[in-house]
């Protein structure tokens, strides 16, 4: 599967995204901005959007329910641990938290609602196909990767500090 990043760049995703992204083996704009024992945190491969994060297993399971007392609880305190950082840096005002069971390699996104997404599209989660439409078609920037940026940098260096 050839996938293009969120740079505009066709990436060849051999076996799993999930698995290629924990283990490293394709490379994620800002790099994995958190590495813990049972999840990792990154920004969406895909999406040129400022805090669109992507919190991924290290396990290959599919389901929410797959997952152990202790990967709950990892992953619990990263969601929070990574919405306290955006939401203290103002990433945004206001979050949604996307689980979808479709893929084969549990991954759940953090979304921030900006501004402009209101603006433009109303409801969000209601309109998140042609944001995400937007956003690509867009805001590949170079201001808007510099801001993207910045943001990993910020949520690697936070997620050292207390983690
Ligand atoms: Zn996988």
């Not at 867009?138 to 808007?144: A, F, H, L, V």
């Amino acid at each position: 599967m050839i996938l293009t990043n969120l740079q505009g760049k066709e990436v060849e995703i051999k076996n799993c995204m999930g698995c290629e992204i924990v283990n490293g083996s394709i490379d994620v704009f800002g790099g994995i901005l958190y590495n813990g024992s049972y999840f990792t945190v990154a920004q969406d491969f895909e999406l040129p959007i400022d805090g669109f994060i992507i919190i991924t297993s290290k396990r290959h399971v599919k389901k929410f329910v797959d997952l152990t007392k202790d990967e709950q609880m990892e992953l619990t305190a990263v969601v929070h641990k990574a919405l306290k950082i955006l939401e203290e840096n103002n990433i945004a005002e206001e979050y949604n938290i996307i689980l979808e069971e479709k893929s084969s390699h549990f991954h759940l996104w953090l979304m921030p609602c900006h501004s402009w997404m209101k603006e433009k599209f109303g409801r969000v989660l209601k309109n998140i196909k042609p944001i995400q439409e937007y956003a690509i078609k867009n805001m590949k920037t170079q201001e808007n990767f510099e801001k993207i940026k910045n943001t990993c940098e910020l949520i690697k260096k936070e997620f050292k500090k207390l983690f």
